[in-house]
């Protein structure tokens, strides 16, 4: 006895008799193409230009892994060394360790640019005072700047490409221009806080049009391909159940139910 | 516009005007006893006994935790690492990592049972020799029996502890006496492979009546009592990005594309 | 070559060659009590008084299920549509829509309980002068007061299975206090919002001693049971692939690549 | 007190003070290249040829979405629609439902498709009669061929595509040559059982050297470019747990515990 539901409604992709659709754009004319084109389409509704693709493929390469220790990758292999049955429940697993703290910083990072580049036009004032009203706040409130800062106090060399990239191609706008005027103003009024990832990767997709969530969602679609790599590797390499890792108990001493 | 859809039917939990009910008792009811009554009734569809519940117990506890560097417990802490966000999502991480390596053998272990018993009225023959036949099968085919071996070569104590309480409430029956006459068997034949919880929960699990699946779920039922108890401790007690797994490369040297 | 690791410490749960120990409770000496026993040692570091165990089987049972048309009950079904390789990532997917707004308002209205407690204490004012306020605040801010508040607006029934029981069992304190102020301040400055069962749930657990992040945690254990016996029957009882979610595409018609 | 463990091996990535090395190659210089070859990187340890990457391309485009109502995506938006506390939960849930039945038959295809060729260098016979083997042998145990078959009687545009490129860039190799017999014999044995996207990217990922895994991580690939943009649709478009399944009891009467 069928029950009248509402369809869920999406403007993303279709499939019809007539074929598969993403974005209006037929999937077999989609496939002759870059596969970052599919991943811009989708997500801004248009198809890149040719800078716009390279900038988005310096991003996911960027992302996509820098070793088997952080919390992403080594959360897959241990899902891979007690679960074998399932491929995607490695990846998952792995995806769960992303967030504000690992991997997901350029989420609040392209937050803080909306914010500053929308009260430069409202009050009229430069990217660069808005930036250092930021950092002020930041101060105040005791908060971090998601996007600034690195364990190790060197400079990231992903940075650098990023930038010189978006310049290159003209990508470079009010994200780039925020960002570094709130690593500029940091420094002045905190102490030396280097750009990171986060922060560049969070510059260079608000000038290419994303929103804010596209700062998890895009790090996601990079690290993916780490992930996949990595699990790969787990599987063929390495025997179920040989990660032990080292615990020590500082509890209650033993003691009985009373 | 609405389009009809064919509703989900189930058979465990509905609520409509007159309350919430599952398996058709009232939910306020159940909640006057014990959670276990009910995680016994969601599965098998009716209420237990005094000794069936003290079995479930028994087993869920047995299964809740034994040490935070397991791969599900590591897992979860990873996530919670990396991700502060979401304290469901620390715990799925920590299921993710349970598997037929990992606190999932239970769910072999028990349609070994199953088929055991089957060949064993089918065929007219003991359970002993059901056994041995099992037993001399994963000898051909060099399979591991599912519920049997330790890594350390001791007994577990809850597995003595199992068996009494099973046969103190009268609920012992063809599970408990199929993996016992099975780990003689493979005493004979193979070496001495004691039985483990995993196997001491399956035959627990076949005699109250649950399906090979069963071997994981409730595992996981139990499990996540300590799950949740590992992410409370990780969010309370550790900075987000405490954790460094360290690694080794030993692939490709530097090289440069040429 | 191995490295020298910094052992993750715990203070819930080891192993060693004396056995294993939850919270310096041999596990053997646990499994002879009722699961309920060990959710609440491992949360709270001490077991539970007889009134203190009944509530929280309460709490338990009232959150197990109440359909599989909810987020949590579905996404685990459709997992196990796609995926039939492994049950606990069905359990994990349907985990993973426990937020905020499924199943975790609890852990909000902990915080407020915490909070306002703590105001009345600190400024020497009536627990219903520290609601009275809090309800103030959410007008003010135009933010909900998590833990109140029905769909269809009538009374769960759950609410006052759990109070009864909290005051028979001499449970009931400030939590309950405090919740119940909230509802009466809210329909007197608001509109009649009837508390629903996250904020019963969070009123018991506060009483109980645990922190705010169990409203989810606890919230997690016990749908954990529903969410297993779904599963079990999605996979007994339908065939992979038979969910399909009606979809209408609203987006761009079809275009062609220029 | 640091305790000695042994260091995860990876031939994958690493990062030191002198930068971050994917299988060797400094991301800096990848990050000037498409995201498909680090795709084919990370998972190939080599650099793809121009007609390799546009193939990875046309893989990875062909499956990353076809609509919101498949059970990656739907699944993904339940998490969303209860849990938005966290991207990558709903992410990870939308993975969770990709198996062997939704998107995951190319690895049981491209184990096939090993298998048979390694048949037929073995037994010196042609892939032809490998193939038509390898449908007696489904045949007669009553198996279903992974990479055959549409639930709709219609041919898949995207596998015509996908093997149209392969021959223009000379990357058809034996992979393409078995599912084609496949298909043939098939056809001759069974029934018209047109070869699906599943049975094209195993043919595809096999003539590129990928391992079976590879038929669900690289599917997993694609389809995250779809997840994420279904995911941020779902934010940004749709209130909190706006989504009703429905549902139909059909089990036990209202019954009393006696």
Redesign the interface.
């Known amino acids: 006895?069928?029950?009248?539901?509402?369809?869920?409604?999406?403007?993303?992709?279709?499939?019809d008799q007539?074929?598969?659709?993403?974005?209006?754009?037929?999937?077999?004319?989609?496939?002759?193409?870059?596969?970052?084109?599919?991943?811009f389409l989708?997500?801004r509704?248009r198809?890149p230009g040719e800078g716009e693709r390279?900038l988005?493929?310096?991003v996911?390469?960027?992302v996509?892994?820098?070793?088997?220790?952080?919390?992403?990758c080594?959360?897959a292999?241990?899902?891979a060394?007690?679960?074998?049955?399932?491929?995607?429940?490695?990846?998952?697993?792995g995806?769960?360790?992303?967030?504000?703290?690992?991997?997901?910083a350029g989420?609040g990072c392209m937050a803080l640019i909306r914010e500053g580049v929308e009260e430069s036009r409202r009050d009229g004032i430069a990217i660069e005072d808005a930036a250092a009203r930021a950092v002020e706040r930041a101060v105040q409130s005791r908060t971090r700047l998601p996007g600034l800062g690195h364990r190790v106090h060197t400079t990231d060399?992903?940075v650098k490409?990023?930038f010189d990239?978006a310049r290159q191609h003209g990508v470079a706008g009010d994200g780039v221009a925020f960002v570094s005027a709130l690593e500029r103003a940091a420094a002045g009024r905190i102490k030396t806080l280097p750009l990171n990832i986060d922060g560049a990767l969070a510059a260079i997709l608000h000038d290419l049009g994303f929103?804010p969530?596209?700062g998890?969602?895009?790090f996601?679609?990079?690290r993916?391909?780490?992930l996949?790599?990595?699990?790969?590797?787990e599987?063929?390499?390495e025997k179920?159940?040989r990660?032990?890792?080292?615990?020590?108990?500082?509890?209650?001493?033993?003691?009985?139910?009373e």
């Open positions: 006895m069928p029950i009248p539901m509402e369809p869920w409604r999406t403007a993303i992709a279709h499939s007539t074929g598969i659709w993403l974005r209006g754009y037929d999937i077999t004319a989609l496939m002759a193409r870059p596969f970052t084109d599919t991943v989708l997500h509704g198809l390279q988005l493929d310096a996911l390469v960027g996509s892994d820098h070793g088997a220790g952080a919390p992403s080594a959360a292999r241990l899902a060394s007690g679960n074998r049955q399932s491929l995607s429940a490695a990846i998952a697993a995806l769960l360790a992303i967030g504000d703290e690992h991997g997901g989420e060399p992903r490409v990023l990239l929103d969530p596209a998890k969602l895009i996601i679609v990079g993916v391909a780490g996949t790599a990595e699990v790969a590797e599987y063929a390499r179920p159940m990660i032990r890792i080292p615990v020590q108990y500082d509890g209650e001493p033993p003691r009985t139910i």
